[in-house]
Each structure stands twice: as structure tokens, then as C-alpha cells.
């Protein structure tokens, strides 16, 4: 298994079109999201607009990174664009969407009538900006998710110290991988409510450990990552025998200090 990590139709209360006005918010958290979801519809939008390549260049930052089939990862607006215009225009059911305690950073993801999109956001100037975007194929969803998915979370106390970076837990990830399995490693580092872009979205620790269950060894290192107080994201390559590819996963920090994994999807090339 290559790192691959109701369906929910939200009706969204800040729409592309909803003006800052009609937002209901309060608190940091609170008022980010909504405007995190709003950036979300509006690049689902404007991709039906003006199609992918145009819309995603004029939501990116300049060091932006898209994670495509066949494409691997590609940095920077410009390649990012040149490799966009491959995809056909698309739609998406948001899943989930969450923000930074200081509302800096966020994410959002969902699925394609055929497929998964995940997206990292970054606020330059007040405006929630793409930093990575990912769109990988898979199949239709056809189970709903578990009760327990909650697609927002709500304000929450200040976060605590992390023990180590984003990128030092992923690579401490993939060598607890190559000491345990890929089944075990997957499991431990999976938040309760974690979900992995596989052929379907697979909800919750426990149906990720029944996912990995005989999976053969899967090397992997990150590449780049970001983080900021309470989530961060990192971006790597991974290899399964002759296989390659590129992977992005979202971390949540614990209580303890620790990282968990609360998104993790991956693409070939």
C-alpha cells in the first residue's frame, strides 16, 4: 500500500459569494475557518470559471506545491500551473476543514466525483493563500463516514510546546516504519480521528490499521514542512520496490506535545 491516504454535502454558511459581513463568527479559530472555507469554495468556483491552471495560480503562493498523478510534486506558481493544465476542470464535497490556534495556517480536503483533493492554506495579508494542493484519483465514495467525523473543530485552549518539528516526527515516523512495519508505524502516529487518502477515504485509527494490514515495507522522508503552533504539514517522497512518489501529511499537535497525523494522501511520479 503506497502512502495514498451522508458523503458530507455541507451546505456552507460563507459561500465565494457571501460577503465578510454575513460571517457569525467569534474567535480566532472560528472566524479563520469560515474564512478558510470561503477561500475553499471560491477556488472550487473559479476552477469551473476559468479552469484549473488559471484558478489555482491566481489562489497560490509564489513557493506553492501541487502533488498530482504521474506529476509527483511540483513547486513554484508557475510549474505548478503548467502542470494543472493536464487536469480536466472538477468539482469537490468539502469533507473537512480546521485552522492553526493562531489562525496562520490551515487545511482543507474532500473528495472528486473520482477522486481526493487536499489543500495546506497560509494567511498572507489577511487572505487564506494555497501553499500545497493535492488531486489524486481514486474511487467513488461509497460508504459515509463514521458518526464521530466532525468536519470542524471549535476554539480551543492555547496549545502547548512542541516536543519536535513536523519534519523531525515524520522522519522519526518512517524509522519507526522500518523497525515495527508499515501496519504498526501507521497506526501509532495516526491521530483517533485521522484519515488516509487510499482508494476510498478511510476514517478513524482503527480502519487505518485494518488498511496497512500486511502491507510490505514503504520507505519515506520529508521534504519540506511548515508548522504553526498547533498543525503543520509535511511533503516527501516515498518508494514501495520500484514504485515512487510523493506524499503530504497533516499533523495535529497532542497534548503531550506530541505530533499525530490527522490527513495523510500521497500520488505517484
Known sequence: MVRLATILIFTV????????AAQTCNGPVSCGR????????????????????DALAAAS????????????????????????????????????????????LGYSFGWLAKGHY??????????????????KPAEPQSAQPP???????????PAPRAAYSVEATDS??????????????????????????????????????????GDPPLEWGPIAGEAAQDLGWTVGSWTLGDKRGKYLTVWRLQDDGTWRYVLDGGVSG
Open 34 to 53: 469560515e474564512q478558510l472555507v470561503e477561500a475553499d469554495q471560491a477556488l472550487l468556483h473559479a476552477i469551473q470559471r476559468r479552469g484549473p491552471a
Open 61 to 104: 503562493l509564489p513557493d506553492v506545491k501541487l502533488l498530482a498523478e504521474g506529476h509527483g510534486v511540483v513547486s513554484g506558481k508557475e510549474r505548478a500551473a503548467a502542470a494543472a493544465r493536464t487536469l480536466s476542470p472538477f468539482t469537490w464535497t468539502m469533507g473537512r476543514a480546521d485552522v492553526s490556534a493562531d489562525a496562520q
Open 147 to 157: 458518526g464521530w467525523f466532525a468536519p470542524f473543530r471549535g476554539d480551543r485552549d
Open 13 to 20: 454558511a460563507c459561500s465565494a459569494a457571501a460577503p465578510r
Open 118 to 135: 487536499a489543500a495546506i492554506w497560509r494567511r498572507q495579508n489577511g487572505d487564506w493563500k494555497l501553499a500545497v494542493f493535492l488531486h
Open 172 to 213: 522519526a515516523f518512517a524509522a519507526f516504519a522500518r523497525r515495527v512495519g508499515t501496519q504498526a508505524a501507521f497506526t501509532a502516529y495516526a491521530a483517533q480521528d485521522a484519515v488516509q487518502l487510499s482508494r476510498t477515504m478511510v476514517f478513524g485509527r482503527e480502519a487505518i490499521r485494518q488498511l496497512f494490514d
